[in-house]
C-alpha cells in the first residue's frame, strides 16, 4: 500500500460542499487534503453519514476519512476509488490490538479495511506505512469498490458475513468462540486504537 503522496495534486476549485469545506480550510490541492485528512487522529464521528464530520470533529476512521476522501475525488473529476477489504487483523499488522486479542486467546480476527485506489494502487492514508511499527496487510480475504453511502450498514453487513464464514472455516483459530464473542472482541480492538 501506498499513502496520501501518492495521490494527484490537482489544484482544487469550488464543486461542491466537500470541495469548499476543504477549500474553506485553506487547502488548496487534493494531495494537500489527504495529507490534512491523514495528520487528523483515529477515532469514530457521530455520524458517519455526514462525510464532513471528518473535518468538523478532527477525527474518523478508515471508512469515514476515505469516503470523504473519495466524495472530494468526484468533486473534482479524478478517478479515485473507494474499496472495502476484508483482512486477518492481528497485532502485527494493526498495532494496539495484541493486548485485546491475548486477553480472549486469540491471535487474529477478521477487519473490514477502507482506503482508495488510485491507478491501480492501494492508497491508505490512515495507516502508519513508513513506520516500522506495522507489517503491512499482506492478504486481503476480499476486496470490492464501494460507495462512499455504502460504509455504514453495508459494511457492517459484509463484515459480519465474513466474520460468520471465518468462524465456521477456521473453528481451531477462532477457539470455539461464538460470533457474537467475536464481534465484541473485534469491537474492543477497535476501541483500543482509538486509545492511542
Not at 476543504?22 to 490541492?29: A, P
Not at 462525510?51 to 473529476?77: D, M, Y
Request: hydrophobic share 40%; glycine share 8%; net charge negative.
Amino acid at each position: 500500500m501506498r499513502s496520501w503522496d501518492a495521490l494527484p495534486d490537482d489544484v482544487l476549485k469550488p464543486a461542491g460542499a466537500v470541495s469548499e469545506a476543504f477549500l474553506d480550510l485553506g487547502i488548496g490541492d487534493y494531495r494537500a487534503a489527504a495529507r490534512h485528512v491523514n495528520l487528523l487522529p483515529y477515532g469514530r464521528n457521530r455520524d458517519r453519514s455526514d462525510p464532513i464530520a471528518v473535518l468538523r470533529e478532527r477525527r474518523g476512521t478508515c471508512s469515514t476519512k476515505h469516503a470523504l476522501l473519495k466524495l472530494l475525488a468526484a468533486e473534482q473529476g479524478l478517478e479515485v476509488a473507494l474499496v472495502i477489504g476484508i483482512y486477518e487483523m492481528s497485532e502485527r499488522n494493526t498495532p494496539g490490538v495484541g493486548i485485546v486479542l491475548d486477553r480472549h486467546g486469540l491471535d487474529r480476527v477478521p477487519e473490514a479495511h477502507c482506503y482508495l485506489r488510485y491507478r491501480g494502487e492501494r492508497i491508505d492514508i490512515t495507516r502508519d506505512l513508513k513506520g516500522a511499527s506495522a507489517e503491512p496487510i499482506a492478504r486481503f480475504l476480499h476486496e470490492a469498490e464501494i460507495e462512499p453511502a455504502q460504509i455504514g450498514d453495508y459494511k457492517k453487513t459484509l463484515h459480519q458475513q465474513f466474520v460468520r464464514r471465518w468462524i465456521a472455516d477456521n473453528p481451531d483459530v477462532a477457539g470455539g468462540k461464538s460470533f457474537d464473542r467475536v464481534w465484541q472482541i473485534r469491537e474492543e480492538c477497535i476501541a483500543a486504537l482509538g486509545q492511542d
